[in-house]
């Protein structure tokens, strides 16, 4: 098997996740290198900038790599799952297909067993955190609105996005039931910043963004990285984690663009493959050391997978609402909700997202969907009733761990390099269940304020397994959990996830920029302790 | 912007009049004259190519289209697209490959610039130019 020369660090995938962690320790100017299955994508490739835009979105750009089909991604056997897992595998990761919503965790999300008696505490809390989510504000160009009392005060670099006619309506429905609402924190510019040009409010960003101003990483951190003398190799996927005598991380096997077999030995390995991927990865590297997978001595590599319960409900309105303008998951959002009310019937609890209207095929896919456009001679008097007069929300549940929601390898299913595929059991709990009913109801309520003259709800929403959390999570004690405080395995001391697997809980906001604060905290607790990492 | 080869579409020309017949009954022209008919838009070819790209469809397509027809001439003595459209969209509502024909009529439709205009959209993708919002800086404020 061709070898390639040793380096310092190795990143495994380049999402969200790795280009926050390469970009921060670059500037210790080890020799740091990225290897990724995916590819870059170009602006111009990016379906936006042509009319089959909407059309892209079901085929070679759908959430889902099993109807993709790509080259570089992987199968994911999620048959049995009533949520179905959406990412995409890229430089940038799945934030190229990301809506680029990005509120913070709030102080208590980090203390969910001392306030409410379930899940987990997390090993670190948000005071920790606060200055890595400052930094990747600044990195990744977060617009949003100061002072939303759900949060501990924090400065944004960018002004909120326009809420638009649409955003104008809901936000009315919150104000006459007088429930708490804030224009979105957003990883969209709003004006231009640091050499990107600001959003154009096209609407595409589900099916990336062509005008640089949506902050995938391939935009944001990684051009900076790779200046900083960061090397990133793409094409080329991950096989297996190998160890050494020692049972420490001595590199990875894997497959080069050509296809062929290759060995990159690293002194440190750090894994950011995402809540799926990571755990995919460890559980497909066995060995005399590691006979259950790799740092997998607590049994809990690939348990207690979170995906966040979504619920969407849409109302239909009388009136146009532009819909089709503006970023399509950023606008308002609302916490009335979000915590503990045993009277409520469930802990815990969510938050509201705000959706923009859908462009005209989706309108008239959804609207076939719901019964409400036919083919024949109604057509067109029912799709004109209903596009851009279609708005809603989602709400994201948070997701409670438990251990029989996991990730296992299929004993059939495997990639075109004949690694095994990830295999999905998840069942929803009765706990996420009320919540979903509650907040299907609530959705309605606040629909119906704001005008709405029907509504139409989905609940679980299928395709909605984008946030991926908790396959190896974090924690103090080696016995119940896979890394430590800050990344590193108890097991193997060079060895580091970063990705959303090491979630303790989830929270009920959308995850990324958590899991990127949380990268640049391990980078940072890594720099510090260069000295004596393994110790 | 991209352009799409059409080149490789296995239908039939008459496969293809009769497919024209079948989307203008499934997206007739409006009323008012708005919006035209999907096959008088030519939306056949499109629709044709898109089902090559999912398994199976373009061969569920290619007989329901001859068997449509066939039963049609047996039935009223007309190739399908010939026939005045009730008659149509009473033979079509027989056939069992509408439903996943009818999704691929509307996306080939719905993203036709004639059709955007209709729709009140400029007949243009979304970027680069994207859009204006109305009323920036007038915006409400959440009431804390
Ligand atoms: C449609 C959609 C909408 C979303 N909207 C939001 C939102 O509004 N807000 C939000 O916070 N989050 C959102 N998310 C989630 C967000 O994209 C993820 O949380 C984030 O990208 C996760 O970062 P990560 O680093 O953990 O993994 P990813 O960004 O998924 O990156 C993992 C990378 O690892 C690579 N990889 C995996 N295995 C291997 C291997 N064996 N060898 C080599 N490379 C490998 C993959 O190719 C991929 O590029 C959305 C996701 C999707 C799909
Ligand atoms: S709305 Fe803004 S962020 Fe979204 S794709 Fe268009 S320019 Fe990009």
Same mark, same amino acid.
């Given at each position: 098997?061709?070898?390639?020369?040793?380096?310092?660090v190795?990143?495994?995938?380049?999402?969200?996740?790795?280009?926050?962690?390469?970009?921060?320790?670059?500037?210790?100017?080890?020799q740091?290198?990225?290897?990724?299955?995916?590819?870059?994508?170009?602006?111009?490739?990016?379906?936006?900038?042509?009319?089959?835009?909407?059309?892209?979105h079901l085929?070679?750009?759908?959430?889902?790599?099993?109807?993709r089909?790509?080259?570089?991604?992987?199968?994911?056997?999620?048959?049995?799952?009533?949520i179905?897992?959406?990412?995409?595998?890229?430089?940038?990761?799945?934030?190229?297909?990301?809506?680029?919503?990005?509120?913070?965790?709030?102080?208590?999300?980090?203390?969910v067993?001392?306030?409410?008696?379930?899940?987990?505490?997390?090993?670190?809390d948000?005071?920790?955190?606060?200055?890595?989510?400052?930094?990747?504000?600044?990195?990744?160009?977060?617009?949003?609105l100061?002072?939303?009392?759900?949060?501990?005060?924090?400065?944004?670099?960018?002004?909120?996005?326009?809420l638009?006619?649409?955003?104008?309506?809901?936000?009315a429905?919150?104000?006459?039931?007088?429930?708490?609402?804030?224009p979105?924190?957003?990883?969209?510019?709003?004006?231009?910043?640091?050499?990107r040009?600001?959003?154009?409010n096209?609407?595409?960003?589900?099916?990336?963004?062509?005008?640089?101003?949506?902050?995938?990483?391939?935009?944001?951190?990684?051009p900076?990285?790779?200046?900083?003398?960061?090397?990133?190799?793409?094409?080329?996927?991950?096989?297996?984690?190998?160890?050494?005598?020692?049972?420490?991380?001595?590199?990875?096997?894997?497959?080069?663009?050509?296809?062929?077999?290759?060995?990159?030995?690293?002194?440190v390995?750090?894994?950011?493959?995402?809540?799926?991927g990571?755990?995919?990865?460890?559980l497909?590297s066995?060995s005399?050391?590691?006979?259950?997978?790799?740092?997998?001595?607590?049994g809990?590599?690939?348990?207690n997978?979170m995906?966040?319960?979504?619920?969407?409900?849409?109302?239909?309105?009388?009136?146009?609402l532009?819909?089709?303008k503006?970023?399509?998951?950023?606008?308002?959002?609302?916490?009335?909700?979000?915590?503990?009310?045993?009277?409520?019937?469930?802990?815990?609890?969510?938050?509201?997202?705000?959706l923009?209207?859908?462009?005209?095929?989706?309108?008239?896919?959804?609207g076939?969907?719901?019964g409400?456009? %036919?083919?024949? @001679?109604? $057509?067109?008097r029912?799709? !004109?009733?209903?596009?851009?007069?279609? +708005?809603?929300? /989602?709400?994201?549940?948070e997701?409670?761990?438990?251990?029989?929601?996991?990730?296992?390898?299929?004993?059939?299913?495997?990639d075109?390099?004949?690694? %095994?595929?990830? @295999?999905? $059991?998840?069942?929803?709990? !009765?706990?996420?269940?009320?919540?979903? +009913?509650?907040? /299907?109801?609530?959705?309605?309520?606040?629909?119906?304020?704001?005008?709405?003259?029907?509504?139409?709800?989905?609940?679980?929403l299928?395709?909605?397994?984008?946030?991926?959390?908790?396959?190896?999570?974090?924690?103090?004690?080696?016995?119940?959990?896979?890394?430590?405080?800050?990344?590193r395995?108890?097991?193997?001391?060079?060895?580091?996830?970063?990705?959303?697997s090491?979630f303790?809980?989830?929270?009920?906001?959308?995850?990324?920029?958590?899991i990127?604060?949380?990268?640049?905290?391990?980078?940072?607790?890594?720099?510090?302790?260069?000295?004596?990492?393994?110790? | 912007?991209?352009?799409?080869?059409?080149?490789?579409?296995?239908?039939?020309?008459e496969?293809?009049?009769?497919?024209?017949?079948?989307?203008?009954?499934?997206?007739?022209?409006?009323?008012?004259?708005?919006?035209?008919?999907?096959?008088?838009?030519?939306?056949?070819?499109?629709?044709?190519?898109?089902?090559?790209?999912?398994p199976?469809?373009?061969?569920?397509?290619?007989?329901?289209?001859?068997?449509?027809?066939?039963?049609?001439?047996?039935?009223?003595?007309?190739?399908?697209?010939c026939?005045?459209?009730?008659?149509?969209e009473?033979?079509?509502?027989?056939q069992?490959?509408?439903?996943?024909?009818?999704i691929?009529?509307?996306?080939?439709?719905?993203?036709?610039?004639?059709?955007?205009?209709?729709?009140g959209?400029e007949p243009?993708?979304?970027?680069?130019?994207?859009?204006?919002?109305?009323?920036?800086?007038?915006?409400?404020?959440?009431?804390a």
């Amino acid at each position: 098997m061709a070898r390639d020369e040793t380096v310092d660090v190795l990143i495994v995938g380049a999402g969200a996740s790795a280009a926050a962690l390469a970009w921060s320790l670059a500037e210790t100017k080890m020799q740091i290198l990225c290897i990724e299955q995916g590819d870059w994508v170009r602006p111009q490739d990016l379906p936006g900038n042509d009319l089959d835009w909407e059309a892209r979105h079901l085929t070679d750009f759908h959430f889902s790599p099993n109807v993709r089909r790509r080259p570089e991604d992987y199968p994911v056997n999620d048959s049995a799952s009533p949520i179905q897992v959406s990412m995409f595998n890229a430089v940038g990761g799945s934030t190229i297909l990301y809506a680029a919503h990005f509120p913070r965790f709030r102080p208590d999300d980090f203390r969910v067993r001392s306030v409410d008696g379930v899940g987990e505490d997390w090993p670190v809390d948000y005071e920790t955190l606060a200055p890595f989510y400052d930094l990747n504000a600044e990195m990744m160009g977060v617009s949003g609105l100061p002072g939303d009392p759900a949060y501990p005060p924090k400065q944004l670099p960018l002004p909120p996005v326009p809420l638009g006619k649409l955003g104008a309506k809901l936000a009315a429905g919150f104000e006459r039931l007088g429930w708490h609402w804030w224009p979105s924190d957003s990883a969209i510019i709003t004006q231009n910043y640091r050499g990107r040009a600001a959003c154009v409010n096209a609407g595409t960003c589900l099916v990336g963004c062509p005008q640089g101003a949506k902050g995938s990483v391939d935009v944001t951190y990684w051009p900076e990285a790779l200046r900083r003398g960061v090397r990133l190799r793409t094409r080329c996927r991950v096989r297996e984690v190998t160890v050494n005598e020692q049972g420490m991380a001595s590199g990875v096997v894997y497959y080069d663009a050509e296809g062929k077999e290759r060995y990159q030995p690293a002194h440190v390995v750090v894994l950011a493959c995402n809540g799926i991927g990571t755990p995919r990865l460890l559980l497909a590297s066995r060995s005399k050391h590691f006979p259950d997978g790799l740092a997998n001595r607590s049994g809990l590599v690939g348990k207690n997978l979170m995906f966040h319960p979504y619920a969407m409900v849409m109302g239909v309105f009388d009136e146009p609402l532009e819909g089709y303008k503006g970023p399509t998951g950023c606008c308002i959002m609302s916490q009335e909700f979000y915590r503990t009310d045993l009277r409520r019937g469930f802990v815990r609890g969510y938050s509201f997202e705000i959706l923009r209207g859908f462009g005209p095929i989706s309108t008239v896919l959804w609207g076939m969907q719901q019964g409400l456009v %036919p083919w024949g @001679r109604n $057509h067109h008097r029912a799709v !004109e009733e209903l596009f851009d007069h279609v +708005a809603g929300m /989602v709400a994201i549940c948070e997701d409670l761990p438990e251990e029989t929601n996991c990730v296992t390898l299929d004993p059939e299913l495997r990639d075109e390099h004949g690694i %095994p595929a990830p @295999r999905i $059991h998840y069942r929803l709990s !009765e706990n996420s269940q009320r919540m979903l +009913a509650h907040a /299907v109801d609530r959705a309605r309520e606040v629909l119906e304020a704001a005008g709405a003259r029907e509504t139409f709800v989905q609940s679980p929403l299928p395709f909605a397994g984008w946030h991926l959390m908790g396959t190896a999570r974090m924690g103090r004690d080696p016995h119940t959990s896979v890394v430590n405080e800050w990344g590193r395995c108890h097991d193997v001391k060079n060895l580091f996830i970063i990705d959303g697997s090491i979630f303790v809980t989830s929270a009920a906001v959308n995850p990324t920029n958590t899991i990127q604060a949380l990268a640049l905290y391990i980078a940072d607790q890594m720099k510090r302790r260069l000295a004596n990492l393994f110790d | 912007m991209r352009t799409v080869d059409r080149s490789n579409v296995a239908l039939s020309a008459e496969d293809l009049d009769v497919l024209a017949g079948v989307l203008d009954t499934l997206i007739p022209p409006s009323d008012d004259g708005r919006f035209p008919g999907a096959g008088a838009l030519g939306c056949a070819r499109q629709v044709a190519e898109n089902c090559g790209r999912v398994p199976g469809l373009l061969e569920l397509l290619r007989s329901g289209l001859r068997e449509l027809n066939h039963s049609s001439v047996a039935r009223r003595g007309e190739p399908f697209h010939c026939l005045p459209p009730d008659a149509r969209e009473q033979l079509l509502a027989e056939q069992s490959f509408v439903f996943p024909l009818v999704i691929q009529a509307y996306i080939a439709y719905y993203q036709h610039p004639a059709v955007l205009e209709a729709l009140g959209l400029e007949p243009r993708p979304p970027h680069p130019l994207g859009y204006r919002m109305s009323d920036p800086g007038k915006e409400p404020a959440p009431n804390a």
